[in-house]
């Protein structure tokens, strides 16, 4: 996607078929998982929690937060990490990928502001894309939001989000903040009497107004480009190429206990480049890879995922496609108001 327009510039889920044999096409390959699939995004959810909890004003970029050396109650409830930390910096709580400090932001965020924060980045709800067969996810009503939901949402559990949403929700990272709808027409056509006039559809409009510029652009430029370097996704590094971007590693549910199951993950990686202004985000999601060893975002998605990014940003340089910030100077127009885990 390109993230000032919020064009799609490729889509593809697997298993795929090929159009001149219809007859042989296996049942699951006719949905289209972009939009279809659902799943528990884990950590790649971690960055807009963090970016809203600055916008709100009960986060600093400049803090450090007690992540209790790896164990934290919650009421009834023990959070863990990977490792046991100390006092992290709020930038390495993303690129470490602390759950309990995500769970303690959460706490100061509130039911109220977190949920707000998750609706307004579009989650709960289609995108509004052309195409057929959109879910708008799982957000439970706020009703229903416990104490639970303060340590699980920050870290990506709890609710499930489409591929789609969860890249457009890291484009208005990419961005400087603003939630584009997305779309796969480059030009729309709009009847007047008996003619049809070519309109631009991308870029026609923004959404909403989620974060500060200054507060997108540290989140791209800070912890979710040290992640890549120094992070959960050293795998992804690339010579000469700058990178940004959050892994996630979802447990899935078991269907036959309703719990968590300690076989079958969700692994991914949503990345862009370049960091210091994005021609491109990219998400890989891989959906209970079976290939031998331990399985993680960082590992099984994040290699193909700077791939394609590398290839895709040089691609746009090719192209002479304008760079984000220069490309919202032109498209931006007034704001209107309102819109909407492991490692």
Known sequence: MEPWSGEVLAMASRPAFHPDHLEAVEE????????????????????MITGWALEQGCLQRDEEIDCSYGVYRMGPRILHDHHSYGRLSVTDVLVK????????????????????????????????????????????PRDDWTVYSLGSVPMGQELAVTPLQLLTAHAALANGGLLRRPTLL??????????????????????SVLLNRETAEWLVREPMTQVVERGTAKAA?????????KTGTAQKLDPDTGTYSDRAWVV?????????????????????????????????????AARLTAEAAQRAVE?????????????????????????
């Open 237 to 245: 590094r690339l010579p000469g190429v700058s990178l940004f971007g």
């Open 319 to 343: 192209l002479g496609l304008p760079e984000c910030g220069t490309a919202l100077r032109t498209v931006q127009r007034e704001p209107q108001t309102g819109g909407a885990g492991q490692r």
């Open 186 to 207: 480059r030009r729309s056509l709009r009847r007047q009497n008996s003619g049809a006039t070519a309109t631009a559809a991308a870029g026609e409009h923004i959404d």
């Open 97 to 140: 990928s602390s759950n309990i400090g995500m769970a303690k932001i959460g706490e100061r965020l509130g039911l109220d502001r977190l949920y707000e924060g998750v609706r307004s980045f579009g989650f709960g709800q289609v995108t509004g894309i052309e195409l057929p067969g959109e879910l708008p996810g799982i957000v439970h």
């Open 268 to 304: 991914s990686f949503v990345c862009g480049s370049p960091a210091d202004s994005p021609r491109v985000v990219v998400l890989v999601m891989v959906d209970a890879p079976t290939a031998p060893g331990i399985h993680y975002g960082g590992t099984v998605a994040a290699p193909t």
């Open 28 to 47: 699951r390959a006719w949905k289209n998982l972009a939009v279809s699939a659902v799943f528990e995004p884990g950590s790649t959810f971690k960055p």
